[in-house]
C-alpha cells in the first residue's frame, strides 16, 4: 500500500529552502524550519468518529398518523440497536411497491445535517403523500401495508409494516410520484 504524506506550512518551507540551496549546488547545507508554536491540529467533528448507521442494526417503523386537508401523514422511525453510537447521514431510504413494477419512493430537499445516534436513540422522518380519492391525486397510485427502508449510503434494504397510531397493521394508500420526506430528527425514546 502506497503511504501519502502531506507536509505542514512549515515543512513545505524546508522543503523548498532545501531544493533552492540544491538546485544552486550546494547540498552541503541544510536548512531546517519549525513551524510556528500557535498551529495546532484540530479534532475531528464527533460525526466522523462514529461509523454510520447500517439498516439491519436499526429498528424501523412505520406508522400512518392519518388526513388532514387532503395530505397523508406518516412517521418512519429508526431506533439504533447496536452496540455503540452511529451517524445517521442523510434521508433513509424508502419505497412503497404495489407488486413487483409500480413503486412511490420517498424523497427529500437538500442535505440534512448528520444525526448522531447513540445506542438505544432514535430518529423520525415525517411523511407527507397523496391520499388516493383526493381530487387531482391521479391514477398512479399504491396501497400497501408495507414499505421498504435503507438506512442513508446502505444498500442492505428491511421491510417494515405499516400500523396506524395504536399500532394495530394498517395500509397506505398514495399516489404520486413520491412521498416527501422531512428531515430526519431525534425523537425521546418511546414516540
Known sequence: ??????????????????????????????????????????????????????????????????TAKGVGHARLTARNNGPGTCVFGG??????????????????HGHPAAVILPA?????????????????AGSWCVRQTEAVVRAPHDSRPAVVPVTDTHLRAASIDACGATVAMAPPRRVAQGR
Request: proline share 9%; glycine share 10%.
Open 120 to 136: 438505544r436513540a432514535a430518529i423520525a422522518v415525517d411523511l407527507r403523500y397523496t391520499p388516493a380519492g383526493t381530487p387531482g
Open 91 to 108: 434521508y433513509p431510504g424508502l419505497e412503497i411497491h404495489n407488486g413487483k413494477a409500480d413503486s412511490i419512493d420517498g424523497a427529500g
Open 1 to 66: 500500500m502506497r503511504a501519502t504524506t502531506r507536509l505542514t506550512t512549515g515543512g513545505l518551507a524546508a522543503l523548498t529552502a532545501a531544493l533552492a540551496l540544491t538546485a544552486c549546488g550546494t547540498t552541503n547545507r541544510t536548512t531546517t524550519t519549525t513551524p510556528p508554536a500557535t498551529a495546532t491540529a484540530k479534532a475531528p467533528p464527533a460525526a466522523t468518529a462514529a461509523p454510520p448507521c447500517r439498516t439491519a442494526a436499526l429498528s424501523w417503523t412505520l406508522a400512518r398518523l392519518g
